[in-house]
């Protein structure tokens, strides 16, 4: 087997299990092509995980719905606001994903050689990490607007669905432009450690995946079970820096309740408790898991139908 760098299309020799191995030769992707593929598989994942999104919000905004749970936080929603609900806010979704995770997937690859995982010998886990941060973190500069507009709507438990026109221009009456970047400092680090955690725990189960089931690289049995690892390893990790973003982002329009991240931290774990960091956890993984693992088998299965090599 061998290796074909992404940038420069060289050949090197096989890779020992755990790091960046190919089935065969492969054209280099574009950097446009792999920001347009990762945008595609990102807004149809989001499509279909978004009504765990919604849930996921409210139960971290309001203790009554952090004590009913995610089954019973449903249920409130559709008796109370109807089935729609659920999508309240799927359109700045869709916005958000096609450009924030367009950005942290498709340059989670350019990052890498930027960072000098050229060979096997130089692609460590700590310089993986640090290139699916560095990715998160650009994607997150670029989407941090449509976040703050799909928290505010999903949030709201007004009777049909919010307009994102609507919603954009109260922001901005009351808040102007740094409105639109409210809780942009945690939702950085945020980024920063969900796809660092992401796409190094993905890459990495891979090759773990491969020495305990014998499957090539390329198969999305070998995908399936490295996104499901890479979905629980992320919850564990951003699941405080997730409570920190919403709650930044969801302050009413006309008031200001924490001054920045670090503000809301200490309010959160003074006022609440530590533990209500991970509120929401259950609703979180159930979110993560699933987008996690469409996202990457859709990306990998768009690589693959363009003639490119596997992650």
């Given amino acids: 087997m061998s290796l074909t760098n992404p940038v420069f299309g060289k050949r090197q020799s096989s890779a020992p299990t755990g790091v960046m191995a190919t089935s065969g030769a492969a054209a280099a992707p574009g950097l446009l092509q792999q920001v347009g593929m990762a945008g595609g598989a990102a807004v149809i994942t ?15 905004i309001s203790s009554e719905y952090g004590a009913l749970g995610m089954v019973g936080s449903t249920k409130k929603i559709i008796g109370g606001e109807g089935v729609t609900a659920l999508w309240k806010g799927v359109n700045a979704a869709w916005l958000r994903e096609a450009s924030y995770t ?10 890498k050689v930027a960072f ?3 060979t096997p010998e130089t692609t460590t886990f700590v310089k993986k990490f640090a290139a699916g941060s560095a990715a998160g973190a650009l994607g997150s500069l670029a989407g941090n607007p449509f976040d703050v ?6 949030a709201s438990e ?24 409210r809780g942009i400092d945690s939702n950085i680090m945020r980024a920063m450690v969900l796809n660092g955690t992401k796409m190094a725990c993905y890459d990495q189960a891979k090759g773990v995946v491969m020495s305990v089931t014998g499957l090539d690289r390329t198969h999305i049995l070998t995908s399936f079970l490295s996104a499901a690892s890479a979905g629980f390893f992320m919850t564990c990790t951003v699941s405080p820096f997730d409570m920190i973003r919403t709650r930044l982002m969801n302050q009413p329009a006309d008031a200001k309740i924490y001054n920045n991240a670090a503000d809301c ?30 996202q990457l088998i859709i990306f990998e299965q768009l690589r693959s139908a363009m003639g490119m090599k596997a992650l």
């Fill in 158 to 181: 007004a009777a049909g669905t919010p307009s994102i026109v609507g919603t954009a221009k109260e922001l901005l009456s009351k808040q102007g432009l740094a409105g639109f970047y």
């Fill in 116 to 118: 000098g995982c050229t």
């Fill in 46 to 60: 989001v499509t279909f995980i978004h009504p765990v999104d919604v849930v996921k919000t409210r139960i971290q």
């Fill in 102 to 111: 367009s950005l942290r997937l498709g340059l989670y690859e350019p990052c």
């Fill in 149 to 154: 507009l799909k928290t505010k709507m999903m």
């Fill in 265 to 294: 931290f200490v309010k959160i774990c003074r006022q609440e408790g530590p533990l209500t960091l991970w509120r929401g956890f259950m609703p979180i993984w159930s979110r993560f898991a699933p987008t996690t693992t469409l």
